[in-house]
Each structure stands twice: as structure tokens, then as C-alpha cells.
């Protein structure tokens, strides 16, 4: 069964409006994740600081085999029928995780099962979530407009929830921080059984034998042969298997290396984010200063500068290198944030309403399996080298996106020809 929109002027912005708010407050509680899990498997179940980078691997790991056929399959699904399915299972797994906490019964294997049966969740509910705003809006501004609020949530969650958690984590325990992620899911159900938008179907069609394999071969062959979506996805994924490394890392080296405590370390994390919004708000100007092409080689080379300055403050510890590791931070967010919604844009205006889906999937493959996998390289990384060469590899690592992106249709309009 395949689906088509009809937007409903009127109604559209309202309708943003609900998904904007429930995603907010959704990924805001997603950020006390960022702090509660790898502390709740080193302080309540003894774990490693090895075993809790695994935990970012188990979250990221389902887009290696889910990734590709979840695109195919949420083409032909409602779109927010799918999110509402996913924030279920999201209700489901991390309710779980609250109890099992809160009796005792939890132990590593079940917490690393259940993030992973959340991570197959959020494979779903990406694929739809990123392809459901056209369907909003078609115009390139409207739509840009909507990219660019979106991403400035998850920045601002990125950037202001860290901060919150540690003095939250410190009075409801991290028990009580994975039960407030949970009624997080439980918001962002209302919010998208309040929109009014509906999906319209069309006739259906036979699901014939390889059909699955047919609708992923297509979404690969138009995202990879396409001269200008494909650098940006190649670029991406170097830029994020070594940028997981340093987020995978970086909780347990504040408390470490650094020395900080809860509030400390959500105080980094939290500043690390500070620079997102900015660049989600310099992103509109930035296209058009230098077009999108050289627009999203500068948010690049912007966001590598500032990683590359992390370890390299990082490594004379004290105050000096937590507020150096802060400013490199943030000016590595201005670069991503700018960078992120540009991209979007770009995927959403090069490519046809009824390949979305899987386009999106192959940037979600992608991208967030090179989350899975960095995370896994940070786990050996911290094993063989410790913290701190975890993050230098990580930081090093990033430059080399740079010259994935510049080929191709990018380095052909970024030289104007």
C-alpha cells in the first residue's frame, strides 16, 4: 500500500506546531538518557566504563539491518500511524528499564536488550519523522523554515537537557530520570494523535515477490548516483562514526579525566550543545550568503575545527581544558547546526515525494550506523588507549570528512560550474 499527501493549508502550520512541540520535549527527555544510562550501568550494576559505550551501540546498532528495509516499508505506511506505533514500543521498552530499576531486577544484558529494542524503534519512527514534514509543506522556504525549528529542538534538548539533568538526576535518582523520558513518549503520542493532516491512500498496490529488495535497490540507486546528496552522505557518516566516538566518551571522561561531578559533566555535555542553535539560526542566512553547496562545505569546516579543538584543550585538564573543551565544543555546534538543516533541505527539494522514505533510510543507515559503529570503536578505543586516546582518535578522525564532501556536484557548485 503506497500513500500520497494532500496538504491542508490551513491546518498545516497548527499542525507543525503539535509535531514541533511533542519531538521537543520528546528529545529533551531523550537528553537525560545521555547522562542516566551510562551512569545507571556503572553506579547501580557495576558495569565497565567499556561496557556502558556499549549501550550507545545497542541504541544505534538496528539501523544496520533495519535501516535500508525500514525506508521501503514506511513508503508504503502512514507516515504518523508509523511514529505513533514506535513511540509505543519507545513507552514499552524504557517503562521497563524504570521498573526493573526501581525493584533491583535490572542487570546489563537487559538493559543493553532493551535499549536495542528501542534503538528498532527509532529506526522506524526516523524514516517516517524526516519524510513526514514535506507532506506539510511544499514550499522550499516553508519547508527550510520547518527543518530549521526542528533541528534548533534537538539542539536546544541537546544543549539545555544535559544542563537539567544532572541537578534533576541528582533529586529523582536515575531511576526517576529514565520514568521522565518515558512520559516524554507518552506527550509526543498526544501531540500526533492531535494533528489533523491525514495521509490519503491510494489504491493499493500488490506487494509482488522482491518487492522489498526492488524499493531499497531504487532509494540506493538514486541517493548514491545522485551528484549532490551523495557527498553529503558520505561526508556525514565519516564526520559522525568519529564524532560518536568523543560523544560516546565523553560523560565518563568529564568524571574521569576532568574530575567533574553530575552537575559538571551535564554542564559540559549541555555546553557542548550551546553552539546548535546559533548555527540552526545562521542556517537560512548562510544559503543565501554562499548557496547551499558552499554553505555546507563552510558549516563543515567550521564543525571539524571545533572537534579537532576538543581533545587538544581537553588534555591539559583543570579549568583550563574544561572550558577550552566547552569552546571547541560549541564552535563544532554553530558548524553542525548550520550544517544539519541545510542538508535536509537539500534531500527534501532533490528528492521525488515517492522515494522520501527511502532516501531518508539510506541517510539513517548511514548516518546512524556510523553511530553504532563509532560507538563500538569508542568501547575498543577506551579499552586500548583509555579515555583520552578515544577522544583524540575521535577528534582527528572527523578531519576526513572534509574531503569526502568536496567532490562531485558540491565541488562542482561550490566552484560555480
Known sequence: MTTVTTPRVPTARRDFALLWAGQSLSLFGDQFMTLALPLLAVTLLGASAAQAALLPFALFLPFLPLGLPAGAIVDRLPRR?????????????????????ATGALTFPLLFCLVLLSGSAVVFFQVAYTSYLPSLFHDERELHRGNTRLALSESTAKAVGPIVAGPVIAMIGLAGAVAANTVSFLVSVLSLTSIRHKEERTAAVERERGWL???IAAGLRFAIG?????PVLTCGTVYVL???MIETSLVLYGRDVLGLSTLGIGVVVGAAAAGFPIGNILSARLIRRFGTARGLVVAASVSVSGIVLMPLFGSYGGLLGTLGLVAGSILHGVGDGAFGPTSATQRHTETPAELLGRVASVQRFLIWGAIALGSLLASA???LTGLRGAVWIGGLGTVLC????FRRGIRAATLGR
Open 381 to 383: 578505543a577506551i579499552e
Open 402 to 405: 572534509l574531503p569526502a564532501l
Open 213 to 215: 529488495r526492488r524499493d
Open 242 to 244: 568519529f564524532l560518536s
Open 81 to 101: 500511524t508509523t511514529m505513533l506505533v514506535c513511540d509505543g514500543v519507545q513507552i514499552i521498552a524504557f517503562g521497563s528499564i524504570f521498573v526493573l530499576a
Open 226 to 230: 545522485h551528484p549532490l546528496l551523495e
